[in-house]
């Protein structure tokens, strides 16, 4: 089972900031990587697929990037709705699916 | 719009089973595979499995295997996810994610999820 790392835990940020988002396989996964959105007492969103497509309605502040075993979800400008954790997905090795411990994103 | 319904919240005895449902509207439920993922209180996001809606064929997770069942009913647009012999650690949101109609195992659309609580 592929087992995924995410730092920071915790990014404390202003709006109008960059957030810079890591995530690591334990192994190749190719550019198999998704990232989730999720805010308190909601379900996850999809936000990016196949490492660096932005899903449906998805804003171009966000952005994927990465291959193998090393990604990155950059925020450009953070707007006070892009405060949520965020979470890596993989789907190169699956099943089973295995996300990410997730990275919060919280107003500085 | 696609639209994923889950049934409401169930309170259960440890060893007792659920069955959650959830109801698909707005696409054609046969085309595109589901899955169910839970998350614990304050934690991250797990992987339970897969049926295929077309001929109901599924894959879980290896940790699941043996108490976990999906299944669904075309006639309803409805899939099933029943968790028996529940113990206090599968407290938890239980969600079902669609898939794309490949399948890709990215999850695109999800349901507003399902709080299972086992508690004595």
């Known amino acids: 089972e592929i087992v995924l790392t995410q730092s920071p835990g915790t990014l404390s940020l202003s709006p109008g900031e960059r957030a810079t988002l890591s995530c690591r396989a334990s192994?190749?996964?190719?550019?198999?990587l998704a990232w989730y959105q999720q805010k308190p007492g909601q379900a996850p969103r999809l936000l990016i697929y196949n490492t660096s497509n932005r899903a449906t309605g998805i804003p171009d502040r966000f952005s994927g990037s990465g291959s193998g075993t090393d990604f990155t979800l950059t925020i450009s400008r953070l707007e006070p709705e892009d405060f949520a954790v965020y979470y890596c997905?993989?789907?190169?090795?699956?099943?089973?699916?295995?996300f990410g411990p997730g990275t919060k994103v919280d107003i500085k | 719009q696609v639209q994923l319904v889950q049934s409401g919240a169930e309170v259960k005895k440890p060893g007792a089973s659920v069955k959650v449902s959830c109801k698909a509207s707005g696409y054609t439920f046969t085309s595109y595979y589901m899955h169910w993922v839970r998350q614990a209180p304050g934690q991250g996001l797990e992987w339970v499995g897969i049926i295929n809606p077309s001929g109901g064929s599924t894959s879980y997770a290896q940790k699941f295997q043996g108490r976990v069942t999906m299944t669904r009913d075309t006639s309803t647009s409805t899939v099933y996810m029943e968790l028996s012999s529940l113990r206090s650690e599968d407290t938890a949101v239980y969600y079902c994610?669609?898939?794309?109609?490949?399948?890709?195992?990215?999850?695109?659309?999800w349901g507003q999820g399902t709080l299972v609580t086992v508690s004595s």
């Open positions: 192994q190749s996964v190719s550019s198999y």
């Open positions: 994610a669609r898939d794309t109609s490949v399948p890709s195992n990215y999850l695109t659309d």
């Open positions: 997905q993989q789907y190169g090795n699956s099943p089973p699916l295995t």
